[in-house]
């Protein structure tokens, strides 16, 4: 492959992401590519046009995989846009790409977006110039110990194929990237004393009251992108004081009638604590501006608009009173694990040379191993690894590109029928939420970042929510077909959107033909918990639902007995049941809960119920036949999978 001209070396980097793990790819790989000389532009996929790729040298693809094979909600427009039909076989001729997916091995469908992707670039006629490279979350060290080997061979097909002109070396690691946006400060006299003293007492405050696990009243005013402004009217805790775990019951309203399906998710974007933004400004010296007005601004002035990057946070430009306190409490992330990029980033604020040769070395792939010891097996949090090297000073006007953003993690919804409205004719969001909090293996505390805002939220607060499209796609066949729904602890909540939203057909049903019983299938749910007495959630609702919908609970509770009794045990102990419902019957299973262990057991104890659960000989099946009939149900969805 000849090289391209030095000016016309352009490397643009795409990206589909739910949870914003995709887009970390993807800024590393564009930092990569910047310090190789390479004019580089990273940008989520929906945001370009398929017949631009070519205009560049590389285009490379950072593409997560959601739902039951799908491509992000980000990625979708440009997704269809690739599938129109009128497209001819050289539509994407000249174009050279790399890609990069991201998966979960424990579902069935591991990095299908990613591959869909590759080859239906490939079928348009774009060019593989590099193999491309798949991430696992179930690696021993996540999505580094795929990432990092895949990265550093790419860099070095980069030089090779793209040399750089004689007298030019690639900016090393040492050398600081400048910042593509800066903070400044404004005008401050749009902020009066008042103002100032009232914005101070409202972030920091809370209220005493009636909601010791629930002290804080907030109202949340970000710009957030496609949000539902939400009111919490619900924060109970359904797990006993004693309990090992915090299990919270949220119910959230807003005033307009909003549409959603079982398998639906609501995103909270957190904030955090005023205590910990304190922290860090004293940390890195910011007292005199922690309560200037600030805003954001690219630092190369000369480009055009439509040459400039996209600004780290969206829609900042209508929040025209925000202080650096503000910016720090509602948008950056701080109690994140720290990605390697962090620890290239601040290793450039600190002159004393023990601390930078460290945190340099955490960048370094030869000492991967020790980075994940010191991260992620810990749970380290940035604000945490910055007091331990304190001698970095990050500049106020840095602070956006020196931390990652703040972004909205995504909870099942587990309304569904009647409990999705509210009597004046808005909508109502249920969630059963898990707090996170744990002691590691150095003996600390750790808390989720969002559940701990979700925690303390006092019910009257105003929240900012966005409603996202889930995985589960259940049809109104299979809602009133037979059903095996598999849900351990928390994961019953898309399950209980379904049984609700079955029950709302049945009543429907009933009305319109007064005496006659609704044509619907019996449906299974296979609960999993610890003890009956302390996480069995919706105990009573099963009960009430159970002659309605033709309901059978089965629950495999592991701590209530000296045998651990799992989820995928009281499978194969009902094979008979599970093979007439399923096989027979031809129904349709969703598993629901922790990604992992248990969804590989679930599986492996369903084949077994194919091979042992029929009754005459002429139903054995052997193991192939097993797993060929579960194969079978995946391609036709009868069987999903939603876990996180």
Known sequence: ??????????????????????????????????????????????????????????????????????????????????????????????????????????????????????????????????????????????????????????????????????????????????????????????LSPAENTARKVSENGTISGDFPDSYRLDTDQRPLHDSLTATLVQNERVTPQTHWQDVRHLSLTVPDAVSYAPGDVLAITPKNTPEDVQSLIELMGWQDQADQLVSLAPRDRTRSVDELPVPPIHNLDSHPKLTLRELLINYLEIRAIPRRSFFSAIAHYTSYEM?????????????????????????????????????????????????????GRQFSIASGGELKRTPEGGARFELLIAIVKYRTVIKKIREGVCTKYIANLRPG??????????????????????????????????????????????KSYQEENPGVEAPVEPTILLYGGRNRASDYFFEEEWRQLSGLVKLQVLTAFSRDQQKKIYVQDVIKENSQLVFKLLHDKGGAVFVCGSSGRMPQAVREALTEAFQYGGDAESQQFSRREAEEYLVGMEKTGRYKQETW
């Open 461 to 506: 607060s105003i929240l900012k929510v966005q409603l996202q499209r889930g995985g589960l796609n259940s049809s109104v066949g299979q809602l009133v077909g037979p059903t095996m729904l598999i849900g351990p602890g928390t994961g019953v909540a898309p399950l209980r959107s379904m049984l609700w939203e079955k029950a709302a057909i049945v």
């Open 355 to 407: 601390h930078k040769e460290r945190l340099l070395e955490f960048t370094n792939p030869e000492y991967l191993d020790e980075f994940w010891d010191y991260t992620t097996r810990p749970r380290r949090s940035i604000l945490e690894v910055l007091h331990e090297f304190d001698t970095v000073k990050i500049p106020w006007q840095h602070a956006t590109s020196a931390f990652p953003i703040l972004r």
């Open 1 to 190: 492959m000849s090289a391209r001209e030095p000016h016309r070396r352009s490397a643009l980097v795409l990206y589909g992401s739910e949870t914003g793990n995709a887009q970390d790819v993807a800024e590393e790989i564009g930092a990569l590519a910047e310090r190789l000389h390479f004019t580089t532009h990273v940008s989520e996929l929906n945001h370009v046009k398929a017949d631009t790729l070519s205009s560049h040298t590389v285009v490379v693809f950072a593409v997560s995989t959601t739902g039951q094979g799908d491509l992000p909600a980000n990625a979708r427009t440009f997704w269809r846009s690739l599938l129109l039909k009128k497209l001819p076989p050289t539509f994407l001729s000249g174009v050279q790409f790399t890609w990069f997916g991201l998966g979960d091995s424990s579902y069935p469908k591991f990095n299908w977006a990613a591959r869909k992707l590759y080859k239906r670039l490939l079928q348009l006629g774009a060019d593989e110039i590099y193999p491309g490279g798949e991430a696992d979350h179930q690696h021993p060290e996540g999505l580094e110990g795929t990432f990092i080997p895949w990265l550093t061979s790419f860099r070095k097909h980069l030089l090779e194929q793209y040399p750089l002109p004689p007298g030019q070396d690639p900016i090393p690691e040492d050398v600081q990237l400048p910042p593509k946006w800066i903070l400044e400060l404004r005008d401050q006299s749009a």
